[in-house]
């Protein structure tokens, strides 16, 4: 369960959240319900993947922690630009994207570290 996160592995989760974050928000807008938010149901999927497979505490605590931040800065910068559901469809994909990704690398940079130790 405490492994590294394979990068193919990261990408099929990272174009699965992209893939949820442009279609819940497609049909939000379709719905014109602007207080619909897909953002916590990526952000739960994640979550559900990295406690199934990827236990490792302080990579998935550096993931949610910049994943948040990269989200709530993509949406203060791009909302004004774009409106709501194309801005907030773009922060959550970026914001797990990013997430996906520092997870895979601070997994596998405490991996290597634990074997140096060895």
Sequence with gaps: MNRAVPWSEAALVAVACWAVSGLGYTASAVLNEPQLSVAPLVGAGLVQW????????????????????????????????????????????????????????????RGRRHAAAR
Excluded: C, N, Q
């Excluded at 931040?69 to 909302?79: G, K, M, P, Q």
């Excluded at 630009?81 to 797990?96: I, K, M, P, T, W």
């Design 50 to 109: 990295f406690w199934a497979r990827h236990r490792s505490w302080p990579a998935g605590v550096a993931a949610g922690l910049v994943g948040a931040a990269v989200l709530f800065a993509l949406v203060d910068i791009l909302r004004p630009e774009l409106g709501r559901y194309v801005a907030d469809a773009l922060a959550a994909g970026a914001a797990a994207t990013v997430s996906v990704a520092v997870l895979a690398l601070v997994g596998r940079l």
